[in-house]
């Protein structure tokens, strides 16, 4: 079983400060569970309660004791939250190996009943970091019983910078061959963590086919692809991968077949339907990051919500052309927005007409009645389209996700690039989410992950 626990980058740098300090720090992280339906599980980390200094009886550098009033109270904090609970202690040093000891394997064996039981959670956690110059190293366990104990495999945190971090215990694997100008410009882990990346894009036009086909040539491996429409005849001028051949057939599938051209060994999930479906929304809860390049409100509003709820992050795109009534085009605009943790949410940047979202999700004999009687904005129409600025944007896009793992721009960075190809312009900027809304930190939608009903929305029957 394929365990991740999903950081947002708060809780990963507090989990970075404990480990460099020179003493053993202890814990009790607190942690949604996500169980997928291939079997996977995330866990969403949420809070770090931190054993305070009076309830160590022993504290050195190799060794902690605890008295139980140091954990006890997170544990009822745990259950009140609804949460599993995770042991988290460091193992201090750049050359520590976060693996359990025999005495940590002891004290495990004696808490762990004490932890479900206190926390109500059938599930019990382990968490042991130490610090690298580069970022942390770990090792961790779920456990559902005694006999029934999984690694976590990855410790995935995102914020200002993305870090998929694989177990201390993992066998990592040189990048292969074909990726020798990646790794030059790049380095060996940047091409293993693309490689173990699994990347949603939702929305299979002219900006998700150009962003799909740049991943899979970078070296992501594992794609999930959602896109409800066929290949029209004005569609061959921007998908990438279609042919004349392909009119009348399923978008997705015809992505899905080019990347596989491309990569045969690429793990290719399409799925013909909208992202307003529940089903369809459900399939991007494995994804470690999306890309949004889907010009349907509805959707983009389910994207939003995912990005606070799962922690995922969405790196939405838009390609806008302008002309006046003469047809001469006068604006060429592209966006990329990054919702993670902490950021504002694409509902708080104003980015979605709410009501065109509205009307999306009415059926057809609602849409036109309401559209007849003036209660809702006519769909339908037709923007222009050209792949050379659907591209430039999905490069873009894909330039803020390779940016964040390897962190060769500015810092802090924006959350927001706007590209003003008319003018020649490339700016950033940052939004911070509205006071109440779900997106806000206080509002405790952070890392909470299945609710009832999904995503705390409703969804067309």
């Known amino acids: 079983m394929t365990v991740t626990l999903a950081l947002p980058q708060h809780l990963s740098d ?27 599980i995330r866990l969403l980390g949420r809070a770090i309660e931190w054993v305070n200094e009076r309830s160590y009886l022993k504290r050195e550098a190799d060794h902690l004791a605890i008295a139980s009033e140091g954990y006890v109270h997170a544990l009822g904090k745990a259950e009140n939250l609804g949460e599993m609970p995770l042991w988290v202690h460091t193992h201090p040093g750049l050359s520590a190996v976060p693996a359990p000891s025999p005495s940590d394997r002891i004290v495990d064996r004696e808490i762990s009943d004490l932890f479900r039981l206190r926390s109500g959670s059938q599930y019990y956690g382990t968490l042991i970091v130490s610090p690298r110059l580069d970022g942390l190293a770990f090792t961790g366990t779920l456990q559902e019983d005694a006999r029934d104990i999984s690694e976590i495999e ?37 091409q293993r963590t693309l490689h173990a990346l699994h990347v949603g894009i939702v929305g299979c036009g002219g900006t998700g086919s150009a962003v799909a086909e740049q991943l899979v040539r970078l070296g992501v491996r594992e794609v999930t692809l959602i896109e409800p429409d066929v290949v029209s005849e004005t569609n061959l001028t921007r998908l990438y991968g279609s042919g004349v051949s392909d009119i009348g057939q399923p978008k997705v599938d015809v992505v899905a077949d080019h990347l596989r051209r491309i990569a045969p060994d690429l793990r290719c999930e399409p799925i013909r339907a909208m992202l307003t479906v529940e089903s369809a929304a459900r399939k991007l809860l494995p994804c470690d990051v999306i890309f949004g390049c889907t010009d349907d409100n509805a959707g983009r509003l389910v994207l939003s919500r995912i990005a606070t709820y799962f922690l995922t992050p969405v790196i939405d795109c838009g390609v806008l052309l302008s002309s006046n009534g003469s047809g001469d085009l006068t604006g060429i605009d592209g966006r990329i927005t990054i919702l993670t943790p902490g950021q ?39 923007e222009p ?61 952070l890392g909470l992950g299945l609710t009832q009903p999904f995503l705390e929305q409703a969804w067309p029957a």
């Open 14 to 40: 507090d989990l970075t400060r404990a480990a460099w300090q020179p003493l053993e720090s202890a814990g009790v992280l607190f942690a949604s569970v996500v169980r997928l339906e291939d079997g996977k």
């Open 385 to 445: 389209a050209v792949i050379t600025f659907t591209t430039a944007v999905a490069a873009a896009a894909v330039n803020e996700l390779l940016e964040r793992f390897i962190g060769y721009g500015a810092d802090p960075r924006p959350s927001e690039i706007l590209l003003r190809f008319h003018d020649r312009e490339i700016s950033g900027n940052v939004a911070l989410p509205r006071e109440r809304h779900y997106c806000h930190p206080a509002a405790g939608k």
């Open 154 to 190: 990855h410790l995935w945190s995102v914020g200002n910078r993305f870090r998929l971090t694989a177990s201390a215990h993992a066998t990592l694997a040189d990048p292969l061959p074909a990726f020798d100008r990646n790794v030059r410009a790049f380095g060996n882990d940047i």
């Open 344 to 382: 504002a949410c694409l509902v708080c940047r104003g980015r979605i007409d709410l009501a065109r979202a509205s009307t999306e999700l009415l059926t057809p004999e609602e849409r036109r009645q309401r559209e007849d009687e003036g209660y809702a904005p006519a769909l339908g129409r037709v």
